[in-house]
């Protein structure tokens, strides 16, 4: 049996990983800024992880078989990831990432929501709590009012602006949301890398047929933009496979409140990396998004 991570370390590590993931999305704004598309970066980075996963589990000879109810349920949650990937990426695009990732990252409300209007469970009075929080807390990171422009006030100037990205952001939560409680009722006994690796692979081929189809495929047009569409492709493979890694021997850390540190490390990355600045009643606004949404997940047992 493997020996545990003390906490220190356990804690440390997530916030790494946390990192990693939203070293992905940087690079992928990198990667759309120098000519490549979204269809281009789901295609890369899901095949990508794809093969990581498929070496890491035929090294430790993992069983592949699955019951074909199993597999089929599978794929379904793969297409609905599917439009979740697609959707994230196109956000990313469009708006600065960390307010991309901020609005993705309500998918724990998502969740809480989607649970209750299927009957499964009703939301906790922590969650109806946090619901309103956070969205307070959003509306001031994405500055939806306007009130840090020089302009002041301007409602409908500003959602002009931000609208399509945060649409497609928050249509990345719903999908990942509902991913998650498909796959807690589905795919439960399923072994988590076996999860994700048949799950990228529906990713990789749908985003392979759709780009192929249409020929919507579009390769970046210089050095920075393939250096971008590369290390998208590895920080996200790296950090889901040390996910894999790490999980299991991390005892009792609070892995969904560490892992809502992404789109704070994205602050601080954004703007070295990408000039990507935000006020500091946006910043005030993430870190009530962000304060809401560890809140809720601490209160899950």
Same mark, same amino acid.
């Given at each position: 049996m493997t020996k545990p991570i003390p906490r220190p370390l356990g804690v440390a590590l997530l916030l790494a990983i946390a990192t990693t993931f939203g070293s992905n999305h940087i690079s992928a704004?990198?990667?759309?800024?120098?000519?490549?598309?979204? #269809?281009?970066?789901?295609?890369?980075? %899901?095949?990508?992880?794809?093969?990581?996963?498929?070496?890491?589990?035929? &090294?430790?000879?993992?069983?592949?078989?699955?019951?074909?109810?199993?597999?089929?349920?599978g794929l379904a949650i793969g297409l609905v990831l599917s439009v979740q990937s697609f959707c994230l990426y196109s956000a990313v695009a469009r708006i600065p990432v960390a307010l991309a990732l901020l609005a993705f990252n309500t998918f724990p409300m998502m969740l809480s929501l989607i649970s209750w209007i299927a009957g499964a469970e009703r939301p906790s009075k922590r969650a109806?709590?946090?619901?309103?929080?956070? =969205?307070?807390?959003?509306?001031?990171?994405?500055?939806? &009012?306007? =009130? !840090? %422009?020089? /302009?002041?006030?301007?409602? &409908?100037?500003?959602?002009?602006? #931000?609208?399509?990205?945060v649409s497609f952001a928050l249509g990345a939560a719903v999908s990942f949301a509902t991913v998650v409680f498909l796959t807690t009722r589905w795919l439960g006994a399923v072994d988590g890398r076996l999860r994700s690796l048949m799950m990228m692979s529906v990713i990789a081929v749908v985003a392979i047929v759709v780009g192929t189809a249409t %020929?919507?495929?579009?390769?970046?047009?210089?050095?920075?933009?393939?250096?971008?569409?590369?290390? =998208? !492709?590895?920080?996200?493979? !790296?950090?889901?496979? %040390? =996910?894999?890694?790490?999980?299991?021997?991390?005892?009792?850390?609070?892995?969904?409140?560490l892992l809502n540190f992404e789109p704070i490390a994205i602050l601080f990355l954004a703007w070295p990396i990408l000039g990507q600045t935000v006020?500091?009643? /946006?910043?005030?606004?993430?870190?009530?998004? #962000?304060?809401?949404?560890?809140?809720?997940a601490s209160g899950k047992r």
């Open positions: 704004r990198i990667a759309f800024d120098h000519g490549a598309n979204v #269809i281009t970066a789901v295609a890369f980075r %899901s095949a990508g992880t794809a093969i990581i996963l498929g070496a890491l589990l035929l &090294a430790n000879r993992v069983p592949l078989a699955l019951p074909r109810p199993t597999l089929l349920r109806l709590i946090a619901m309103p929080v956070a =969205l307070i807390g959003l509306a001031l990171a994405l500055d939806v &009012a306007g =009130l !840090t %422009s020089a /302009q002041g006030l301007n409602f &409908a100037g500003r959602w002009a602006e #931000i609208g399509t990205g %020929s919507g495929f579009a390769l970046p047009r210089d050095n920075t933009g393939w250096i971008g569409l590369v290390l =998208l !492709t590895l920080f996200y493979g !790296t950090a889901i496979t %040390s =996910l894999f890694v790490v999980l299991p021997r991390l005892g009792a850390v609070n892995n969904a409140a006020a500091p009643l /946006q910043i005030l606004g993430a870190f009530i998004v #962000i304060g809401a949404i560890a809140w809720l």
